[in-house]
């Protein structure tokens, strides 16, 4: 079965900084890969996906993901952060042939400093 | 467009107490869920449905009840809170299930159960 491991539980930044969040994940074929991004409060967002192509994906609010199918890897990133991007955000796995689930990591809580 | 909409944002039950978590979305989707998200824990898919008339199981469905006799609706059945089902639940939708499909969640229903 499908996994996602996301190591961070919680990162804390400071405004202006660049942001990496982690995720790997487990499974045997090319996966489709999403980061979503939850704010307090909220539901989830789609921030961007993955399933063919171009590893280097470009999302909304200025967030990109790479890749890299040699480290089993699908990290976000972010030249330069906002206060309004605190919030929580979750890396999942689809695995396709059939199956209708998702499978979220724990997801990283993300701090802003000022 | 509303989108995905549940009902209530909040709620306390008694051990023993039943209810419904309304979903509603107005998008024309074929595909639902509902997901609980502990904390911690991401989220895990409890019951889905490919349509109107048609349900499944998830991962963790034990305790809970689903029904879809709408496109639009898909209300997730608590018969006998237990302490153990203190969550916040998120309802999706999607038009298609696969990876091309994005899910749109809902804002969330917290519930407490003492």
């Known amino acids: 079965a499908q996994s996602v491991t996301q190591p961070d539980i919680h990162i804390t930044v400071s405004e202006g900084a660049s942001l990496e969040l982690r995720c790997n994940y487990s499974y045997g074929a090319t996966p489709y890969l999403f980061w979503y991004v939850q704010s307090p409060g909220q539901g989830l967002q789609l921030l961007l996906k993955y399933f063919s192509g171009d590893t280097l994906v470009q999302g909304i609010k200025g967030f990109e993901a790479e890749f890299k199918r040699s480290q089993s890897s699908f990290n976000l990133r972010k030249p330069s952060v906002h206060w309004s991007d605190a919030a929580e955000y979750f890396c999942?796995?689809?695995?396709?042939?059939?199956?209708?689930?998702?499978?979220f990591g724990k997801g990283t809580k993300l701090s802003v400093i000022p | 467009n509303a989108g995905v909409t549940q009902t209530p944002k909040f709620r306390i039950l008694k051990i023993g107490q039943s209810m419904t978590l309304q979903c509603t979305q107005d998008?024309?989707?074929?595909?639902m869920y509902w997901y609980r998200q502990d904390p911690g824990m991401g989220l895990k898919l409890i019951y889905y449905?490919?349509?109107?008339?048609?349900?499944d199981k998830g991962e963790v469905p034990n305790g809970y009840n689903v029904s879809r006799s709408t496109t639009e609706d898909f209300p997730l059945r608590l018969e006998l809170a237990a302490p153990s089902q203190t969550s916040v639940y998120f309802c999706?939708?999607?038009?298609?299930?696969?990876?091309?499909?994005?899910?749109?969640f809902g804002p969330g229903t917290r519930l407490t159960v003492t």
């Open positions: 998008m024309n989707h074929n595909y």
């Open positions: 449905s490919v349509g109107a008339g048609i349900t």
């Open positions: 999706a939708s999607s038009y298609r299930t696969g990876g091309d499909y994005e899910q749109y």
């Open positions: 999942a796995v689809y695995s396709g042939a059939g199956s209708y689930q998702l499978t």
